[in-house]
């Protein structure tokens, strides 16, 4: 595998790619990456023949009181991961080269709807920054496919709808999400849990099932939401929000709808903010 920094490089090595004719799949990422982030490279590597994956910690997703400065940064670590799991090349740029102008200075890509709601109204500008730079990346990789683990539910219905409204030439697959064996999604924010509240992380994906239950033994979609954000409370999280909604657009169900809906959690557990999701079958 191989690493370059700079949009030049980058692009001649899919140049040659191409005169090949070769399909590429590309994996964004912040880095510190774990079995999750392994099992999209392998997704990505079943489906191209040449994978390229991204490291870049992307300050404009990050709100003023987030954890942008401490965001592990361990890309050693990360490019023996993808090496091991035959990433053909990663591109690690500095900020300078996905902002020229700034951060602040930014273009900014702005999806409606989408990132108003969950997410969006905790986070203000969040999928902004997201939708960016994934704009960015996809302008400088200019993949076939790109890969996204559905564990961001949100962010991978934004992408998604960022995609076909602009019209890029992307195909976007979504890999399942990958958990530990107590049920807790893995994520690199898990490291910043204590031992006792590690034990206690898995409630959210215990919490999601019941919801799931609920919702098809018939109970109303407000109480069961009511009901699972009481539970997580009383357990000693901070629940954002525990939601119910269409897998399609993130909109609140009506009454009696059943199917093709998504129950999603966000809450904090001491200076650790968990967010996971479970679509119904």
């Known amino acids: 595998m191989q690493t370059v920094q700079d949009a030049a490089a980058l692009r001649a090595m899919i140049r040659g790619w191409r005169g090949q004719g070769l399909t590429v799949g590309f994996v964004p990422t912040m ?13 990505a590597r079943a489906r191209a023949d040449r994978v390229v994956a991204s490291v870049f910690v992307n300050p404009t997703q990050f709100g003023p009181n987030e954890d942008f ?10 490019q023996g991961g993808l090496a091991e799991h035959e990433c053909d090349l990663l591109f690690a740029p500095e900020v300078a080269t996905m902002y020229p102008f700034g951060a602040q200075n930014s273009v900014s890509i702005h ?17 902004d920054g997201v939708a960016t730079v994934v704009c960015k990346l996809f302008n400088l990789v200019q993949p076939d496919l790109a890969v996204f683990g559905q564990k ?22 979504a890999a399942p999400t990958l958990r530990a064996d107590d049920g807790l999604a893995l994520s690199s924010r898990n490291q910043y849990l204590s031992a006792a509240e590690r034990a206690l992380a898995p409630q959210v ?24 954000a009481s539970k997580l409370a009383r ?3 901070d629940p954002d929000y525990a939601a119910i909604r269409r897998i399609e657009d993130l909109a609140e169900p009506a009454d009696g709808e059943r199917e093709g809906l998504v129950a999603l959690i966000a809450a904090r557990l001491g200076q650790t903010r968990l967010i996971d999701n479970l679509p119904f079958d």
């Open 205 to 228: 994906y215990a919490t999601l099932q019941q919801m799931r239950d609920l919702i098809a033994k018939g109970h109303a979609r407000t109480v069961v939401e009511q009901a699972a």
């Open 31 to 43: 880095g510190n990456l774990h079995a999750g982030h392994h099992s999209l490279i392998k997704l």
């Open 235 to 237: 357990a000693g999280f």
């Open 111 to 127: 999806v409606p709807q989408l990132t108003e709601t969950l997410e969006g109204a905790h986070r203000p500008g969040h999928f």
């Open 152 to 173: 961001d539910f949100q962010q991978l219905k934004v992408i998604e709808r960022m995609v076909r409204d602009i019209s890029l030439p992307v195909k976007i697959m």
């Open 69 to 78: 400065e401490r965001y592990p940064r361990t890309l050693v670590q990360d």
